[in-house]
């Protein structure tokens, strides 16, 4: 009996890492065969690592699947639709992504929209500059619910994509619903206080940008960047205590850069 806990002590671990890890080399067929799973998306996300990892290597054979990615920008699990997003950033000579990329700019979910924005830029069009701009604003939480708030974090608390921001107690409602952030940053205010009475679409919190977000966001602009983008850039010129300094950097060259290009 304790050599079998041992072994699944060691066996367990092992298992669920096998089903998560994404470094498995796959097949074609069944690169394939994961594209075309819909009712499992790590697959597909297993599948996708494998296709970047293709087409770092400048691959042709990954061309073989741009009609599955074309198609996965339609899937219903936002985390595969930013990640097709990136994907399609990686080739900027393909038309039928540059296409599907203006589409995918305006998604709902804004790491879609962010990441779509960023691979824009890598083609050289300038279309998702708004998204590029808010990336370096703050971003306002709302209530997707209605009922009685309880906040979980304090101004300065860092945040991630999915963090547990708040919770809001419905009424009929014995376990409250959970208000998860959808990007990443650090509270910056938090508008209401505990005990208040929300509607569904009430301003929660405003988070301030997340610094891989706004170096990013800053290097994208770098490429297609105009002058009324200028104020937002700026911003960043001064390091902060939340931005490690290759921002300010970013910022700097950026800047430079625009008004380069605006001279030309």
């Known amino acids: 009996m304790v050599t079998a806990v041992a072994l699944l002590f060691v066996i367990m671990p092992a298992l669920f890492w096998h089903s998560t890890w994404f470094g498995k080399t796959l097949t074609d067929e069944k690169i394939s065969e994961y594209l075309a799973d819909r009712e499992k998306p790590r697959q597909a996300q297993h599948a996708l690592a494998q296709i970047s990892e293709r087409m770092s290597r400048r691959d042709p054979a990954v061309k073989q699947w741009y009609p599955e990615l074309l198609a996965l920008a339609g899937h219903p699990v936002p985390q595969i639709r930013l990640t097709v997003a990136w994907l399609m950033g990686q080739d900027s000579a393909s038309p039928e992504f540059h296409n599907k990329l203006l589409d995918l ?34 971003f306002t939480v709302r209530s997707p619910h209605a009922g009685v708030l309880s906040n979980r974090l304090k101004e300065g608390d860092a945040v991630d994509q999915d963090t547990l921001l708040a919770r809001v107690l419905q009424d009929g409602e014995t376990e409250p619903a959970e208000v998860r952030s959808p990007v990443p940053g650090q509270v910056a205010e938090r508008l209401l206080a505990d005990g208040t009475q929300v509607r569904a679409g009430d301003d929660l919190m405003v988070l301030s940008p997340g610094s ?45 850069e625009i008004r380069n290009r605006a001279a030309r």
């Open 105 to 138: 700019v305006d998604d709902p979910d804004p790491l879609v929209a962010r990441n779509a924005a960023l691979s824009l830029a890598g083609f050289g069009d300038p279309a998702g500059r708004p998204v590029l701009r808010s990336m370096l604003r703050p």
């Open 212 to 256: 891989d977000h706004a170096y990013e966001a800053l290097r994208a602009l770098f490429l297609v960047g105009s002058l009324e983008d200028l104020d937002d850039v700026r911003r960043f010129l001064t390091p902060r205590d939340a931005m490690p300094p290759q921002v300010a950097e970013q910022a700097r060259l950026t800047a430079e």
